[in-house]
């Protein structure tokens, strides 16, 4: 069965700081796509970054990027210069589009706090 | 112009029950699922469906079922509430190609007393 273990249940940054959220995942397969999804107080799961397991290069959105280890099997989210508006439950994910259900798999989140 | 909308955004009802949760895409989407969120916030995936197959995740209980009248909507139906239902449901949706990303509703807070 593949998972995914975010080893950190909750951390803390001071605004305009950076901070990296761990994660690592198990599989077996070698085509599969990794997400950071946002889940701020407000409930709304938020799509931060994708990166897709084939591309070498790592996935950036704006203050956000990501630091994938194929062999590692590791998949971590840098946030840079941390705004309040950042605090918020972050989970890690993928997804096995040869597995047929196309289901995210999510690991248990991180709960990360800007503290101003 | 909202993408994935569910409806009721807060549910609470009484044990042994019947209620259902409804949802609905404006994506064009070709795939929908469910997910539930518990009291520790970890995610799980209940059931996914597109206009060919249901995959349910074997360990749902049959007391849930996921109803289809059309693409853009996909309902949840949950018989004989328990008191262990009690969860934040997420509806969310995605395409079944480029990268899959999957895109979700506001999510509906049930609490079953």
């Known amino acids: 069965a593949q998972t995914v273990t975010q080893s950190q249940p909750e951390m803390s940054v001071q605004e305009a700081e950076t901070v990296t959220l761990s994660c690592t995942y198990d599989?077996?397969?070698?085509?599969?796509?990794l997400f950071w999804y946002k889940q701020p107080p407000s409930r709304q799961m938020i799509l931060v970054i994708r990166?897709?397991?084939?591309?070498?290069q790592n996935a950036t959105e704006n203050r956000f990027s990501v630091n994938f280890q194929k062999a590692a099997k590791s998949f971590s989210l840098k946030i840079s210069d941390s705004q309040l508006g950042d605090t918020a439950m972050y989970f890690c994910?993928?997804?096995?589009?040869?597995?047929?259900?196309?289901?995210?798999?999510f690991g248990k989140g991180t709960k990360l706090s800007v503290i101003p | 112009d909202t993408a994935v909308s569910q409806t009721p955004k807060y549910l609470v009802t009484q044990m042994g029950n019947d209620k259902s949760i409804k949802c609905e895409q404006n994506?064009?989407?070709?795939?929908m699922y469910w997910y539930k969120q518990d009291s520790k916030k970890f995610l799980k995936i209940m059931f996914s469906?597109?206009?060919?197959?249901?995959?349910i995740n074997e360990t749902v209980p049959n007391r849930f079922s996921p109803k289809s009248p059309d693409k853009a909507h996909l309902n949840l139906h949950i018989n004989s509430l328990e008191l262990g239902d009690s969860a934040v449901y997420f509806c969310?949706?995605?395409?079944?190609?480029?990268?899959?990303?999957?895109?979700f509703g506001p999510g509906t807070r049930l609490t079953v007393t």
């Open positions: 990166q897709e397991a084939y591309k070498q």
């Open positions: 994910a993928f997804i096995l589009p040869g597995a047929g259900s196309y289901q995210l798999t």
């Open positions: 994506l064009g989407h070709d795939t």
């Open positions: 599989t077996s397969e070698n085509n599969y796509y």
């Open positions: 469906y597109n206009n060919k197959e249901l995959i």
């Open positions: 969310a949706s995605s395409r079944l190609a480029g990268t899959y990303e999957q895109y």
